[in-house]
């Protein structure tokens, strides 16, 4: 049950969220054991974002899962979220952070995992 949420300062079509959604939903595969079968996603666009003092397009990336997979399909992870970014979005690679956070406690549908 991962859970990405994309916060831009660019305007994102709705068309484009729907790339966006499936771009991500191949993206969680990099992490062991996760898909798109319990990824929860969302996109923010227009958000109020400014990255070394400017507002020039950017994006904040969290990525919440259940576990704690190997670091190093976080590397993995991290260079296909800043590609997905710049062919999607057009958002330099330069200018987009992705933060992990995992957590052993997670609810779902009236209970825990
Ligand atoms: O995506 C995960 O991390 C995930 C899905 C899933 C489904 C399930 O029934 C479990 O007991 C654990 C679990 N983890």
């Not at 800043?82 to 992990?100: G, T």
Request: charged share 15%; hydrophobic share 40%; with cysteine.
């Amino acid at each position: 049950m991962p859970y990405i949420d994309l916060k831009t300062n660019v305007t994102v079509s709705e068309e484009k969220k729907t790339a966006l959604k499936s771009a991500l939903g191949q993206a969680i595969t990099l992490l062991p054991g996760k898909s798109e079968q319990w990824l929860m996603v969302g996109i923010q666009p227009d958000y109020s974002l400014w990255f070394q003092g400017s507002d020039a397009p950017a994006a904040m990336i969290h990525v919440e899962v259940l576990g704690a997979p190997n670091p190093s399909a976080y590397e993995n992870m991290s260079a296909k979220l800043c590609e997905i970014c710049a062919a999607e979005l057009r958002i330099p690679q330069n200018r987009v952070y992705v933060c992990y956070s995992e957590t052993a406690n997670w609810g779902w549908n009236g209970s825990n995992f």
